[in-house]
């Protein structure tokens, strides 16, 4: 296996061009990518629109996952540039929120359960020439559809008070758009998000930054959310 050029680097993994047509997702910590595999191949099966799943590569580690190579830049950097407005960005998310709750659970026998990413948000949603595709599968789970609403909207108001590079209103104007959006669907219940707060405070991926701003954007999201 020759290992291209590095496309992109996230909090978790590395991703490397093997060539045209596949890359190489490498985490840089001890994780197995063995349900992520199985989760994105079912979603591929299901019409929902993640990378395809690649051939396996030689001297493959645990830790590795071979996917379609996807052009386009990510929602985030979408978003930055101006090329996407809040708007549009928020109409994507609620969208994809609701086509990947309509999809029913691999394993969970609970009829209601569906699955959720956890972590969608536009830093994980590249915009391909052929649509938006959703990428980082490391946190998906099965469960209820409302957790995985509420941790969206969590991690943008995360990101709303603690911007970095991110004009903080308009991400605070992404997500009151997105959660009108989600009403439809059934909105962000009080139950969600703290359940969704207890998740992110247990995250040892978050900044010092994002943890001191968490129960302040939860409750961001409760002011929003009306
Ligand atoms: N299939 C892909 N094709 C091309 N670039 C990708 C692909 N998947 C991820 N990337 C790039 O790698 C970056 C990190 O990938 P991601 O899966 O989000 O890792 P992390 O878990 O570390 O956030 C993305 O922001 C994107 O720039
Ligand atoms: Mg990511």
Do not use: C, K
Not at 54 to 73: F, H, I, K, N, Y
Not at 103 to 114: A, H, N, V
Not at 192 to 221: F, K, N
Request: glycine letters at 8%.
């Amino acid at each position: 296996m020759h290992i291209g050029p590095l496309l992109g680097s996230g909090r978790t993994a590395d991703v490397f061009a093997l060539d045209d047509a596949w890359v190489l997702r490498r985490y840089r910590h001890d994780t197995d990518a063995t349900t992520e595999l199985a989760v994105m191949s079912y979603l591929s099966a299901s019409g929902f629109t993640v990378p395809r799943i690649g051939p396996p590569a030689g001297e493959a580690l645990p830790t590795d996952l071979v996917m379609q190579r996807l052009s386009g830049p990510t929602m985030s950097e979408a978003l930055l540039a101006g090329a996407l407005t809040g708007a549009e960005g928020a109409e994507l998310l609620a969208r994809l929120l609701r086509e990947l709750h309509a999809i029913p659970p691999r394993i969970s026998q609970d009829p209601e359960d569906r699955i959720l990413h956890l972590d969608l948000h536009p830093e994980n949603v590249m915009l391909t020439p052929h649509g938006a595709v959703v990428i980082d599968w490391h946190t998906a789970a099965e469960g209820p559809p409302a957790l995985d609403r509420a941790m969206s909207s969590l991690i943008l108001a995360q990101v709303a008070l603690a911007p970095g590079s991110f004009p903080g209103e308009l991400v605070r104007g992404l997500l009151a758009d997105l959660l009108s959006r989600l009403d439809a669907d059934g909105g962000v219940p009080a139950d969600a998000l703290a359940l969704a707060r207890t998740r992110r405070a247990a995250d040892p991926g978050l900044t010092a930054q994002e943890t001191a701003v968490l129960d302040d954007a939860a409750a961001l999201v409760t002011e929003l959310a009306g």
